[in-house]
């Protein structure tokens, strides 16, 4: 029997024993299979309907909890709690028909639960249709709650975790013990298989081995040389086959070295005839005439007119094969920037050689040349030394070739550029100021041709430089910093002059010195600048006019205000004046009787040496009769009440008046002073009580604030401006009662902030964004300008760089928010200090 017959027969045994173990153990399997999927199917459905339970009653939950706490839709929030409820339900019921005998007393339990927490959500219900506190409802919801949760933990639970024990929990130990019973037969079968592979490869590895080492030795013996060698095997198989055809093999191999011997002994013979007739001068010769025929071929290629760069690589490469030793068996490939030129029986092979191509040092490209032929013996190269030579001297011609092409783009490009551009430019011999080059650009604006400007010098066109002598001069300083700029006027070629600006650079190059000028004609740009003078002149006497009309502005509605008001602050001044002119009447009228009492005392006083003593004590009894009667005793006490009184009236006339020159002192513009803006509160308030008396009650809330830079009469605008607006929306409300106007002051870190707020009819959000615009009033005509709040904007935002805020809501009312730096530098103390670094004087602040 044949050996592969033998190992079949041994691995198709194997084979059919692991195959019958594997049904088996697969035909196990899936019966384990099948009874762990009944298992967790069951157990799947039971915890799917659990689920569902508590689904539907979460929904009811969230259902009952947005009739509860949402404000709209009641009707179809209610309609929604109870569907819930009556799913929830259901579900419940549902699931009680299917429960096994474990889960039925459970989900009884369940169920009261449900029915308790129904009970309370009723009673949350009827809590809130009864309109009862919020706190108390949600104190129901959570009592309800808790019934939820008892029957999650007493019922739902223990079905779930019996569901695990009983379903779960077997389907899980069956899987296991299937694998375990599957990996226990897998390891004995695996064993088994392993013992008789074994087995069977010993028995073929020993049939094979033997006669393959007696072929391994007979091998050995040919190799040494002795070609009688035989082998001897008496089996009929493959190896004995083997042996026959190394016996055939060994006769034919003697045979053919016999041959050999023979044919390489004529061809020696051969070949030291050739290398006889040939010389190593020849060759050398042959191939630097090749090299120089190359070369010289390629200064043509260069020289030819109106050949481009890309003609010269392509026609060099041709070029380079037919130098070569084989050109029928050589091709070329020049890459120069990213690009192929190619012969054109281009192919890559292993062997090659190649040389770079270099400009100013950097590679920009390859020469490299491949031989097609067949490979070559050891001891002979496919190129020769005299063709790497040549390869590297027409790599550097090229360099050279694409150096001085690259250089003559370049200076084409800079040609173009300098007379394409918008500026004269012009190259300038240092020693006469004699042009040497110029742009089309200078030719056209001086209206002369390039060959006429040649002829002529710097001082023929620029009038700032009109003989050799400035010139000089220009050259020393130009020679100093390496280039000047002039601005001037040039002359064109018809006597016109227009304004220019040169610059000049001085530029060497190979030790001689040239100078590059560029000028611009700057005559739009000089004319630009005398009209922006003129209109800067201009606007500065508009702005200086437009600050006097503003101040005026501002004056003119603080003397309106003033005007609005006078008659409430002449009230205010009348009442204390009344009571010091009555006190006045009332003195007149005492000092009289002291008058009278007083002659009637000197009388008495000019009788006592003359008069008898009877006369004399009536005349006593009469002047005390007289006091009496005259009430002398009382006037002497109420003389000094009278002075008190008068002097407490016209103490408040003065303080009156002084908070009135306060609050309507003219300032000068810009000017700022340390001010405190409860002090301006109070002498606003001085001004407008009169008319916010009858309408509101004022409320203040004034904290300690620090002094800020203001200017305080503007400032005290502002209050009076708001304060009346405020007044005068709640007086066209027409109420029965008073409206009420708080003002508030306190301070933050950055800021001093002042609030005014009033309970009146509030501003349409549509208008609230227009309230600071000039003439903008929702008052009726005539009835106000519209400058008011404009004015106050312009004072506190763009005059003391603070902010202006309006909050308002209609039916409520409405506050406007001052805010002013707390820490504002005062602008002519520092113009004072930047100025005390100029002169030797002091200054003194105000």
């Excluded at 020849?282 to 190359?294: F, P």
Aim: negative net charge.
């Amino acid at each position: 029997m044949k050996i592969g017959h033998k190992s079949i027969l041994g691995f198709v045994g194997i084979a059919s024993l692991v195959g019958v173990v594997g049904a088996c153990c697969i035909l196990h399997n899936k019966r384990a299979q099948n009874i762990a999927e009944e298992q967790v199917y069951k157990s799947i459905s039971h915890l799917d309907d659990v689920w569902k339970l508590m689904e539907a009653q979460e929904h009811q939950e969230i259902a009952a909890c947005n009739y509860l706490f949402l404000d709209t839709g009641l009707e179809g929030r209610r309609a929604d709690y109870f569907y819930e409820k009556t799913r929830a339900e259901e579900t419940c019921q549902r699931y009680s028909t299917m429960a096994c005998e474990y889960a039925e007393p459970l989900i009884e339990k369940y169920y009261d639960n449900i029915k308790i927490y129904n009970t309370k959500i009723e009673e949350a219900f009827e809590l809130h249709r009864q309109g009862a506190h919020l706190e108390l409802i949600k104190e129901k919801v959570r009592e309800a709650n808790k019934y939820i949760e008892t029957a999650h933990e007493d019922a739902l639970e223990p079905i779930i975790e019996h569901v695990h024990k009983v379903h779960i929990e077997p389907a899980k130990e069956n899987i296991a013990k299937g694998i375990r019973r599957t990996t226990n037969v897998t390891i004995t079968v695996s064993v088994i298989a392993v013992i008789l592979a074994v087995g069977l490869g010993l028995f073929i590895s020993y049939s094979i081995s033997g006669p393959l080492k007696k072929l391994g030795s007979a091998t050995a013996e040919i190799g040494k040389g002795k070609l009688d060698t035989k082998i001897e095997f008496t089996s009929n198989d493959e190896i004995s086959k083997l042996a026959q055809s190394f016996n055939e093999m060994a006769y034919d191999l003697k045979e053919y070295h016999a041959n050999l011997e023979t044919k390489v002994k004529e061809r020696t013979s051969e070949l030291r005839s050739e290398v006889r007739q040939r010389t190593s001068a020849k060759k050398v010769l042959e191939q630097r005439i090749k090299e120089i025929n190359c070369l010289y071929e390629l200064s043509r290629l260069i020289e030819r007119p109106q050949i481009s760069f890309d003609q010269i690589l392509q026609e060099t490469a041709e070029l380079i094969r037919s130098t070569y030793r084989h050109p029928d068996i050589t091709c070329v490939r020049i890459t120069f920037s990213g690009i192929d030129y190619k012969t054109d029986n281009f192919a890559i092979t292993e062997s090659s050689q190649s040389a770079h191509i270099n400009v100013q040092g950097e590679k920009v490209g390859t020469i490299k040349v491949y031989y097609l032929g067949e490979k070559q013996r050891d001891d002979e190269a496919p190129f020769l030394k005299e063709e790497r030579d040549l390869l590297d001297a027409v790599a550097e011609r090229l360099g050279m070739i694409a150096e001085r092409a690259k250089t003559g783009k370049k200076l084409e490009l800079f040609r173009n550029l300098i007379d394409r551009s918008n500026d004269c430019i012009f190259v300038i011999d240092p020693k006469w100021g004699r042009f040497l080059d110029a742009n089309d650009k200078a030719c056209t604006t001086l209206g002369y041709k390039q060959e006429e400007l040649l002829d002529m010098t710097i001082k023929d066109v620029e009038e700032s430089i009109p003989d050799d002598a400035s010139w000089e001069k220009h050259l020393k300083e130009l020679k100093l910093k390496g280039d000047i700029v002039i601005e001037g006027r040039q002359r064109r070629k018809d006597a016109a002059t227009f304004f220019a600006e040169t610059s000049f650079k001085l530029v060497s190059r190979d030790k001689e010195d040239h100078i590059i000028a560029i000028a611009r004609d700057i005559t739009e740009r000089k004319q630009a600048e005398e009209a922006t003078a003129l209109a800067y002149k201009k606007l500065e006497e508009a702005n200086r006019e437009l600050k006097e009309m503003q101040s005026q502005m501002v004056q003119s509605e603080k003397l309106a205000s003033i005007g609005q008001l006078a008659a409430g602050v002449a009230h205010e001044m009348n009442t204390p004046v009344g009571f010091v002119a009555s006190n006045f009447q009332t003195l007149e009228n005492y000092i009289k009787k002291i008058q009278c009492l007083l002659e009637m005392h000197g009388k008495l006083v000019g009788e006592i040496k003359t008069a008898q003593k009877t006369e004399l004590l009536n005349k006593a009894d009469a002047i005390n009769k007289s006091r009496d009667d005259m009430k002398m005793d009382f006037i002497l006490e109420d003389i000094q009440g009278l002075f008190d009184d008068s002097r407490e009236g016209l103490s408040r006339v003065t303080n009156i008046i002084q908070n009135l020159r306060d609050f309507s002192r003219i300032d000068q513009p810009g000017s700022l002073d340390k001010y405190n803006l409860n002090d301006g509160i109070e002498a606003t308030l001085v001004v407008a009580k009169n008319e916010i008396k009858y309408d509101a009650e004022l409320k203040t809330d004034l904290s300690e604030l620090p002094h800020i830079l203001c200017n305080a009469g503007q400032i005290n605008q502002v209050f009076l401006n708001i304060l009346v607006n405020a007044a005068q929306a709640i007086k066209s409300q027409e109420r029965e009662n008073q409206g009420t106007i708080t003002i508030r002051t306190y301070a933050t870190d950055e800021h001093v902030i002042c609030e005014i707020s009033d309970d009146g009819p509030g501003i349409a959000p549509d208008m609230l964004s227009k309230v600071f615009d000039p003439f903008f009033t929702t008052k009726p005509a005539g009835k106000g300008t519209g400058l008011g709040l404009s004015v106050s904007y312009d004072i506190i935002v763009n005059k003391h760089n603070g902010e202006i805020l309006a909050d308002s809501t209609v039916g409520e009312g409405t506050k406007f928010i001052i805010k002013l730096p707390s820490k504002r530098k005062n602008p002519d103390y520092e113009e004072a200090k930047e100025n005390s670094g100029k002169k030797n004087s002091i200054i003194c602040g105000r």
